[in-house]
């Protein structure tokens, strides 16, 4: 789909539960590959154009994707289909705490118990004493509420507390 997408531009081509499409002339990324996640947000792959590949099949390569050497001109970097898959892979899973933190910080924490840190699979909160179990379970909620663009998907989440942050 994705090098089909960069073939037929403006033309959108699902793959699954995602999409892609080409926009050769964007004036920010011109010829970016765009590939729109279930979540509604986009991954893009400026540069993107068809070459071929060792084998005579037609490859995706971005062009200027890493920062050459001194005195040497833009590679060009051939984009490896696991690659695509991966990137979905990463980028959906980030959605879903991203989502909760959103949620979280907008619609259901007191006033008095605050983010103070977030990783790619944790949330940090602060709250008085009294509002630990509160808390827990406001964060255990959020936390395994599944979007409804991941229906299905199982979701767990251990919550922990203390004085201290710890893993």
């Known amino acids: 789909a994705a090098r089909s997408a960069v073939s ?3 033309q959108i081509r699902p793959a699954g539960l995602v999409k892609y499409v080409y926009i050769p002339d964007v004036l920010v990324a011109p010829g970016t590959l765009w590939c729109v996640l279930p979540s509604g947000r ?3 792959y400026p540069g993107a154009q068809l070459v ?3 084998y005579g099949a037609e490859l995706i390569a971005l062009k200027g994707s890493r920062r050459p050497r001194k005195g040497e ?3 060009t970097v ?3 289909y696991g690659l695509l898959c991966e990137n979905i892979t990463q980028a959906a899973a980030a959605d879903i705490p991203r989502g909760a933190l959103r949620e979280l910080v907008l619609d259901l924490l007191p006033h008095d118990t605050v983010v103070i840190g977030h990783t790619h ?3 940090l909160l602060e709250c008085a ?3 630990v179990q509160e808390t827990e379970r406001l964060l255990r ?9 991941a229906e299905g998907l199982p979701l767990a989440a251990k919550i922990d507390n203390g004085k201290r942050y710890g893993k």
């Open 52 to 54: 071929e590949g060792q």
């Open 8 to 10: 037929d531009p403006w």
């Open 121 to 123: 699979d944790e949330i």
């Open 42 to 44: 986009a991954l893009a």
């Open 73 to 75: 001109p833009w590679p």
């Open 78 to 80: 051939k984009l490896w």
């Open 129 to 131: 004493d009294s509002r």
């Open 141 to 149: 909620q959020v936390m395994t509420r599944v979007p409804a663009w």
